[in-house]
Nanobody, 123 residues
Framework: QVQLVESGGGLVQAGDSLSLSCAAS????????MAWFRQAPGKEREFVGY????????TYGDSVKGRFTVSRDNTKKTLYLQMNSLKPEDTAVYYC????????????????WGQGTQVTVSS
């Protein structure tokens, strides 16, 4: 199975930008579709963005549209999340995962979750 490791989180101020990475390993063939989710304390895991295997299709959660961009480099087997105009409401642990089946908006459709990386946005 693929193993995923998120990195790039940290403490930033509102309005700042931050880029997260998700490195994949353990596969001998190309990685499939993937997504970013986030979870704040006391809240349900929230869909952030999805990207198809080729990178040609992306979708985003309403709360991040226009601010976040999901991309991937299949040669490097790495998924990225570029976050701009960050808000305190973006504070959460950010996770990446591999799509398996079902709705791409739901966390239950994914497997091989990484350990997550903390993003904290101060005012």
């Amino acid at each position: 199975q693929v193993q995923l490791v998120e990195s790039g989180g940290g403490l930033v101020q509102a309005g700042d930008s931050l880029s997260l990475s998700c490195a994949a390993s353990g596969r001998s063939v190309g990685i499939g579709a993937m997504a970013w989710f986030r979870q704040a304390p006391g809240k349900e895991r929230e869909f952030v963005g999805y990207i198809s295997q080729s990178g040609g299709t992306t979708t985003y959660g309403d709360s991040v549209k226009g601010r976040f961009t999901v991309s991937r480099d299949n040669t490097k087997k790495t998924l990225y999340l570029q976050m701009n105009s960050l808000k305190p409401e973006d504070t959460a642990v950010y996770y990446c995962a591999s799509y398996v089946s079902g709705s791409t908006f739901y966390s239950s459709s994914y497997r091989n979750w990484g350990q997550g990386t903390q993003v904290t946005v101060s005012s």
